[in-house]
């Protein structure tokens, strides 16, 4: 009984042998300490973490449209249709091939 009013009354930090007690105490603190920082600093990568690779999803959604829309373009009937209007038709000849010995 004797010792848990002694813990209560925090005699262990104003006793002969206090300065062992505090050092440890502030040794504790300190791990305390480093431990929270530690855990919000794996916090915040694992948001940053999550940011990119939702940036990633978007730009490759993006790529992916513009490949499509690329390919669109490049297809031979549409740039017939496109060229119409202007008067260019497709050549009704083959090429000729010239050969340089």
């Known amino acids: 009984m004797k010792k848990i009013i002694s813990l209560l009354n925090i005699e262990f930090l104003v006793n002969e042998g206090a300065l062992k007690n505090w ?22 990568k694992i948001f940053r973490i999550a940011q990119l690779n939702d940036e990633i999803k978007y730009l490759k959604s993006q790529f992916i449209e513009g490949r499509s829309q690329l390919m669109d373009r490049k297809m031979e009937s549409k740039i017939i249709t496109q060229l119409r209007d202007r008067g260019v038709k497709p050549a009704t000849q083959p090429p000729v091939k010239i050969v340089v010995k």
């Open 23 to 44: 050092r440890m105490i502030f040794f504790l603190s300190t791990l305390a300490l480093i431990m929270i920082g530690s855990g919000h600093s794996a916090d915040g």
